[in-house]
């Protein structure tokens, strides 16, 4: 694809979108976004199970909504394409769901099942992430859709329990001028992880950026919650190159909350050895500001895209 040649020429590509929206009423309008997100979530999910797979997604997408397959595509032709006579089950719930300030940007995620048929058992299990964008009509609708596969969990996630970062936490609203100069700051901040990752591997680099309640996400594996946690997922050394003949390079876009507490940037991250792409992953971060104005990752989903998968672009 042309935009990763251009890559190999000027290392990473950076484009910023804007939510493009004002900051909410406070901390009680925070609570009522968080609550009304949950209450999005479960109701896609309920389509789901209603109305069918393809049904519930181009009616729960949002018109830009992007969705991986393995890499980032647009999302409603994806399941505009699909079968409507598809007799697939897809079932899932929050078990984690967080709101910006300003209550237009949030995600949610936790475990799903999918069957051939309603009837049938399980034939995969796995952990989705969706991000979610406030509509100019009052309505929820996702942006963003990613997810990954593992074996059936030993311990099924407690129904009806949502965990609830930051939830009690205020932000100031952002003037217009406040609201691009940190664009522009978190637009630098979300191309550091490459970098990093190249001097000192992948998992020190996401350690250094981490908040304490980081999610990681790996295929095969069940999520995992905390700092610590997550270091059985990721190598030491992945991601380290040597600078004489390898480079990591990064095409990414990033949005935010109009209360600047709450983005997320994804794309693609790419190894380069002997000038030739030996590899290419996707990947989804949301990023949190903490209390002393550093932006950091409480969430992180990566996963490699097959050759065969690259053949096509």
């Not at 950076?14 to 479960?42: C, D, F, K, N």
């Not at 000038?275 to 490699?304: H, M, Q, Y």
């Amino acid at each position: 694809m042309t935009v990763y040649r251009h890559l190999i020429k000027t290392f990473a590509l950076v484009i910023l979108l804007s939510a493009g929206l004002t900051a909410g009423p406070g901390q009680t309008g925070r609570q009522e976004a968080l609550g009304s997100l949950i209450a999005a979530e479960r109701a896609f999910s309920r389509t789901s199970e209603t109305k069918g797979i393809r049904e519930a997604f181009l009616t729960w997408l949002a018109p830009d909504a992007i969705v991986f397959r393995p890499g980032p595509v647009e999302g409603r032709p994806v399941y505009e394409k699909m079968d409507p006579a598809n007799t697939a089950l897809l079932t899932w719930g929050p078990e984690v769901a967080e709101v910006s300030a300003s209550g237009d940007l949030g995600y949610t995620s936790g475990p799903y099942a999918y069957r051939q048929s309603r009837d049938a058992e399980p034939a995969s299990y796995g952990h989705y992430v969706s991000v979610w964008k406030k509509q100019a009509d009052g309505t929820w609708k996702v942006f963003l859709d990613i997810g990954i596969r593992h074996g059936r969990p030993e311990t099924p996630a407690a129904a009806g329990t949502v965990d609830t970062p930051a939830a009690g936490k205020n932000a100031a609203p952002l003037s217009p001028e406040r609201l691009r100069d940190e664009e522009r700051t978190f637009g630098a901040r979300a191309g550091v992880i490459d970098s990093i990752a190249g001097s000192k591997g992948a998992r020190k680099a996401l350690s250094e950026l981490a908040t304490d309640d980081i999610r990681v996400y790996r295929p095969d594996r069940v999520p995992t919650v905390g700092k610590t946690a997550f270091k059985g997922l990721i190598p030491a050394n992945a991601g380290r190159i040597d600078p004489r003949t390898q480079r990591r390079g990064s095409n990414y876009q990033v949005g935010m909350a109009g209360s600047g507490d709450l983005a997320y940037s994804y794309g693609t991250s790419l190894f380069w050895k002997d000038g030739t792409t030996s590899e290419r992953t996707a990947n989804l971060r949301v990023w949190r500001k903490d209390g002393s104005g550093v932006w950091k990752i409480c969430l992180d989903i990566e996963f490699p895209i097959p050759a065969e998968a690259e053949k096509k672009d």
